[in-house]
Nanobody
Framework: QVRLVESGGGLVQAGGSLRLSCAAS????????MGWFRQAPGKERELVAH????????DYADSVKGRFTISRDNAKNTVYLQMNSLKPEDTDVYYC?????????WGQGTQVTVSS
């Protein structure tokens, strides 16, 4: 069974940092483009960042450019999201998935809350 398990969220003050991790199991994702997504209650899930399978290409939503960095460790089947200079508007549940996302791969996500 394929599982993507996100961790590393929490409560942080504005301007602070968090590092999210996404551990994959059930199959290797080393040949997949991977992405981080976020969703607030009542809103559409949006793409935050994605990274190519070798890590040579990254892309970011305009709202997080210069603040967030996506990376991956294919040997560990893990994807990371380093989030710096956090803002209250970054408060969301964060998910990882392939990009484009597979409907069956969504996990529980990890809650990030940024206080002002």
């Amino acid at each position: 069974q394929v599982r993507l398990v996100e961790s590393g969220g929490g409560l942080v003050q504005a301007g602070g940092s968090l590092r999210l991790s996404c551990a994959a199991s059930g199959r290797t994702f080393s040949r997949d483009t991977m992405g981080w997504f976020r969703q607030a209650p009542g809103k559409e899930r949006e793409l935050v960042a994605h990274i190519s399978w070798l890590g040579f290409t990254e892309d970011y939503a305009d709202s997080v450019k210069g603040r967030f960095t996506i990376s991956r460790d294919n040997a560990k089947n893990t994807v990371y999201l380093q989030m710096n200079s956090l803002k209250p508007e970054d408060t969301d549940v964060y998910y990882c998935n392939t990009y484009p996302p597979e409907a069956n791969y969504w996990g529980q996500g990890t809650q990030v809350t940024v206080s002002s």
